[in-house]
C-alpha cells in the first residue's frame, strides 16, 4: 500500500482537514503524528518546526456521486476570498489546499485542476 508522509506546522488543523477530506478517524494519533489508512495510501501527517516543503498529493475518486460529497464536506475549509465569482462546476477532479499549504487533486488524475478556486455542484430537478 502507498504511504503518503506530509508535515504540518499545526496537528490540530491537519487533523481537522484529513477527518473531513477522509471521512474517518485516524489510525494513530501522537504528540508528534497523526496517521491515517484508506483503501488505497496512508497517510503519516508528521508535525515539523520551521519551513516544510509543500507537496501535490493524488486522491484518485472515480465515483462522480462521491466527488460531490467530498466535495460538500471540505467547501468549509475554503478560504473567504474565493467567491462565487471564482468559482467552477465540478468535473471529475476538485482541487484542495491543506492548512499546510500541501495540494490534493481529488478524482480523477487527469483533469487539470485550480487550486485557487472553489467548486461548486450543479443541481439538476
Known amino acids: 500500500m502507498k504511504i503518503i508522509k506530509i508535515q504540518s506546522s499545526n496537528l490540530n488543523n491537519s487533523l481537522v482537514f484529513y477527518r ?12 508528534s503524528c497523526i496517521q491515517f489508512e484508506t483503501e488505497h495510501f496512508i497517510l503519516e ?28 464536506r471540505m467547501s468549509r475549509f475554503n ?19 491543506d492548512p499546510n499549504g500541501n495540494r490534493w487533486v481529488i478524482g ?5 485542476v485550480d487550486f485557487k478556486k472553489c467548486y461548486i455542484e450543479l443541481i439538476t430537478i
Open 20 to 31: 473531513a477530506l477522509l471521512n474517518r478517524m485516524p489510525l494513530e494519533i501522537t504528540p
Open 45 to 72: 501527517v508528521a508535525e515539523s518546526i520551521g519551513a516544510h516543503k509543500i507537496q501535490t498529493n493524488v486522491f484518485e475518486i472515480q465515483d462522480a456521486h462521491e466527488l460531490a460529497k467530498i466535495n460538500q
Open 79 to 97: 478560504a473567504i476570498e474565493k467567491m462565487i465569482k471564482n468559482c467552477e462546476v465540478v468535473d471529475r477532479a476538485i482541487g484542495l489546499t
Open 108 to 112: 480523477d488524475p487527469e483533469v487539470k
